[in-house]
Nanobody
Framework: QVRLVESGGGLVQAGGSLRLSCVAS????????TGWFRQAPGKEREFVAA????????YYTDSVKGRFTISRDNAKNTVYLQMNSLKPEDTAVYYC???????????????WGQGTQVTVSS
């Protein structure tokens, strides 16, 4: 069992930066692949970024490539999402997820956090 808690969201102006953190409880977290997803009002939850359990591979949706960076520190049971050059269209609730497979789809992840709100003003 893995419990995930996100933090770091907030209100920022366009062009600004935020760093999201996802702290996990559970001894086996370091063996799980981890992803970040987001959900804007009235829209489906969408993939943002993912990182393999050992940090060896990272994946991004096209709209955030070059602006967002996913990383993890297994010693701290924490995954990060550094978000730079934020745009109003990045506004959403951001969720951390963990699963046995690394994937870009919601159904492949077994554990989810409660989400953290990111709002980017123009």
């Amino acid at each position: 069992q893995v419990r995930l808690v996100e933090s770091g969201g907030g209100l920022v102006q366009a062009g600004g930066s935020l760093r999201l953190s996802c702290v996990a409880s559970g001894r086996t977290f370091s063996t799980y692949n981890t992803g970040w997803f987001r959900q804007a009002p009235g829209k489906e939850r969408e993939f943002v970024a993912a990182i393999r359990w050992n940090g060896g591979n990272t994946y991004y949706t096209d709209s955030v490539k070059g602006r967002f960076t996913i990383s993890r520190d297994n010693a701290k049971n924490t995954v990060y999402l550094q978000m730079n050059s934020l745009k109003p269209e990045d506004t959403a609730v951001y969720y951390c997820a963990a699963g046995a497979q690394i994937a870009t789809t919601v159904r492949h992840y077994d554990y989810w956090g409660q989400g953290t709100q990111v709002t980017v003003s123009s």
